[in-house]
C-alpha cells in the first residue's frame, strides 16, 4: 500500500514539473534568449542546461471514429532495455486552451512516463489539433460521454486523469460522475470548479491504495 502510495507521488511529482514547462513554454518560446546588458558588463552568462538523455521511446498516433472523431497519441511502457512491458498505470493527459496533445510528446512527458513504465494517452480534445469540433458537446454529460468513450475504446482501466485548464469543461463532470473508474485526478487550476457545490465534492469517495 506504501510502496503504491510513494509511486503515485512520484508521478505526481513528475507530471507537476512537466506541467510548469507546459504552461511556461509560450512565455519561453516568445521571450528573448539573449542576456542583459547589466549581465554583459558584469560578464555574467548563462549557463545552457546540460541535454537530456535520450529515450528510445515510440509514440503512435491514431485516431478514434466517432461524433467527433478523437485524434490521440499513445507512448507504450517498455523496460531499461526498450522492451514493451505491460503498464504499471495508464495515465491520460488531457491540454488546455493554448496546446494540443503534440505538446505533452514535445515536452517529453509521454516518452518519459513510458521509461517508467507507464502507458501514456494524449488526446486532442475537440476543436483543437487533429480532433475536429462538433455541436453535439453542449452538455456536460456530452463531455463526460466523450471521455467514456475514448477511455473504453483504448481499453483504459483506473488511469490517472491529468487535467490543465479548460478541460476541466471535460474532466471535472466526468470526475464528479464517474470517479470510481479513475485511479487517480491531477487537476491543475482547471476550469469549472465553480459548477459545483462544497457539498457535491465532499460526497466523492475516494478509494484506499
Not at 67 to 93: H, S, T
Not at 153 to 160: E, F, I, M, P
Request: no cysteine.
Amino acid at each position: 500500500m506504501n510502496f503504491l502510495r510513494n509511486r503515485l507521488v512520484v508521478l505526481g511529482l513528475v507530471l507537476l514539473a512537466t506541467l510548469l514547462l507546459y504552461l511556461l513554454l509560450p512565455s519561453i518560446r516568445q521571450g528573448s534568449m539573449e542576456p542583459s546588458l547589466e549581465a554583459q558588463k558584469m560578464g555574467l552568462m548563462a549557463t545552457p542546461p546540460p541535454p537530456l538523455p535520450t529515450i528510445n521511446v515510440s509514440v503512435r498516433t491514431g485516431q478514434l471514429p466517432g461524433d467527433p472523431p478523437l485524434f490521440f497519441r499513445e507512448a507504450l511502457p517498455v523496460d531499461g532495455a526498450g522492451r514493451q512491458i505491460l503498464p504499471r498505470l495508464q495515465v491520460v493527459l488531457l491540454h488546455g486552451q493554448a496546446f494540443t496533445s503534440k505538446t505533452w510528446e514535445e515536452l517529453g512527458t509521454m516518452a518519459l512516463l513510458a521509461t517508467h513504465g507507464y502507458q501514456a494517452l494524449a488526446m486532442d480534445l475537440p476543436g483543437y489539433g487533429k480532433s475536429p469540433d462538433s455541436e453535439a458537446l453542449k452538455t456536460d454529460q456530452n463531455r463526460v460521454d466523450l471521455l467514456s468513450r475514448f477511455m473504453e475504446s483504448l481499453g483504459v482501466r483506473a488511469a490517472v486523469l491529468l487535467s490543465p485548464s479548460m478541460s476541466g469543461h471535460y474532466s471535472i463532470p466526468f470526475f464528479m460522475k464517474n470517479n470510481a473508474q479513475l485511479h487517480g485526478f491531477i487537476p491543475i487550476a482547471p476550469v469549472g470548479t465553480r459548477s459545483y457545490t462544497p457539498q457535491q465534492y465532499q460526497n466523492i469517495q475516494v478509494r484506499e491504495m
